[in-house]
């Protein structure tokens, strides 16, 4: 049953909406969240000439319903998430635990619905595409791009971020240094930061191809004798042995790999005072290298 007009202009009645939204969201109801949004949406269009009549009201209620379909990202159609890409990517900013794992954790749920991994692809192709389409804007102050002042759109930090390290696969170093000391990233709060380095990643999690270990959504088990476990993310997992079985003492493993990236990090680690932005991006990437060493 559709919410009446005039309970829709009852301050009590909206009241009540934002309690329940911040429920649905403090305990990830994606469900009841999207219901509510949808619920929302119809009774809107139902009331004539409601956004006209009561503006600033309308658009409380169209918050409310973007925040809760970015809950319910997991019922979204390929389409609607499209949408939601290029048009209202900067609203999971208002959601306290939208990280980047939340958010790729809601994201996966459709991309596992798409059962030929080709079809996948082209559906992260246009979200991706998406993301360079989006006007909206992320941070406060105008950047500097390709010599030119522009709005802090998604898109202008995405033809920043590409003109800086290209479209193909990038160098974990390079990166970095861009994200500490990129030109228009100096000047960014750490909030900020946080907002375009979960755009970034976004954006390189979806240039994988799902055709590819190191891309593909799903699980791989292996169950070679001694490596048993399953590969996810292009990562080998092994399965936990229980405590018992483990011998009293054991030898630390080496670092798999990118012992040159942990030197270089650890020079740039040294240029920066505690506290500062920069050491704190430092020291995130560091943490990031020696939990992949670890696995």
Same mark, same amino acid.
């Given at each position: 049953?559709?919410?009446?007009?005039?309970?829709?202009?009852?301050?009590?009645f909206f009241?009540?909406?934002?309690?329940?939204?911040?429920?649905?969201?403090?305990? &990830?109801?994606?469900?009841?969240?999207?219901?509510?949004a949808?619920?929302?949406? #119809?009774?809107?269009?139902?009331? $004539?000439?409601?956004? &006209?009549?009561?503006?600033? @009201?309308?658009?409380? %209620?169209?918050?409310?319903?973007?925040?809760?379909?970015w809950?319910?990202?997991?019922?979204?159609?390929e389409?609607?998430?499209?949408?939601?890409?290029?048009?209202?990517?900067?609203?999971?900013?208002?959601? =306290?635990w939208?990280?980047?794992?939340?958010?790729?954790?809601?994201?996966?749920?459709?991309?596992l619905?798409?059962?030929?991994? =080709?079809?996948?692809?082209?559906?992260?192709?246009?979200?991706?595409?998406?993301?360079?389409?989006?006007?909206?804007?992320?941070?406060?102050?105008?950047?500097i791009?390709?010599? #030119?002042?522009?709005?802090?759109?998604?898109?202008?930090?995405?033809? &920043?971020?590409?003109?800086?390290?290209?479209?193909?696969?990038?160098?974990?170093?390079?990166?970095?240094?861009?994200l500490?000391?990129g030109?228009?990233? $100096?000047?960014?709060?750490?909030?900020?930061?946080?907002?375009?380095?979960?755009?970034?990643? @976004?954006?390189?999690?979806?240039?994988?191809?799902?055709?590819?270990?190191?891309?593909v959504?799903?699980?791989?088990?292996?169950?070679?004798?001694?490596?048993?476990?399953?590969?996810?993310?292009?990562?080998?997992?092994p399965?936990?042995?229980?405590?018992?079985?483990?011998?009293?003492?054991?030898?630390?493993? =080496?670092?798999?790999?990118?012992?040159?990236?942990?030197?270089? @990090?650890?020079?740039?680690?040294?240029? %920066?005072?505690?506290? =500062?932005?920069?050491? $704190?991006?430092?020291?995130?990437?560091?943490?990031?290298?020696?939990?992949?060493?670890?696995?």
């Open positions: 049953m559709l919410i009446s007009e005039a309970q829709l202009n009852d301050k009590n009241k009540e909406i934002e309690e329940k939204s911040r429920d649905f969201i403090d305990y &990830d109801q994606f469900r009841e969240a999207y219901d509510l949808k619920l929302l949406e #119809q009774s809107l269009d139902q009331a $004539k000439d409601f956004k &006209d009549r009561n503006y600033e @009201l309308y658009h409380l %209620y169209e918050d409310i319903i973007i925040k809760m379909k809950v319910g990202l997991p019922i979204m159609t389409n609607m998430a499209e949408d939601y890409f290029q048009n209202h990517l900067a609203k999971i900013f208002k959601i =306290s939208y990280t980047f794992d939340n958010l790729w954790r809601k994201l996966e749920a459709i991309l619905s798409i059962m030929v991994f =080709s079809e996948r692809d082209k559906f992260k192709k246009r979200l991706a595409q998406a993301l360079l389409n989006n006007q909206e804007k992320i941070t406060s102050n105008k950047i791009t390709n010599n #030119q002042e522009k709005q802090p759109t998604i898109a202008n930090w995405m033809q &920043d971020y590409i003109s800086n390290l290209g479209t193909g696969k990038i160098n974990k170093l390079a990166r970095t240094q861009y500490i000391n030109k228009n990233i $100096k000047n960014l709060t750490e909030e900020e930061r946080k907002k375009i380095k979960t755009l970034f990643d @976004l954006y390189e999690k979806l240039k994988l191809s799902s055709l590819t270990l190191e891309g959504e799903e699980e791989i088990p292996v169950d070679d004798p001694g490596h048993e476990g399953v590969i996810k993310g292009g990562v080998f997992e399965y936990k042995e229980p405590k018992t079985l483990r011998p009293v003492a054991e030898k630390p493993e =080496s670092p798999k790999g990118g012992l040159d990236e942990t030197v270089e @990090l650890q020079k740039m680690l040294a240029q %920066y005072p505690a506290g =500062s932005l920069e050491r $704190k991006a430092v020291e995130e990437e560091l943490r990031k290298l020696e939990l992949g060493n670890k696995k």
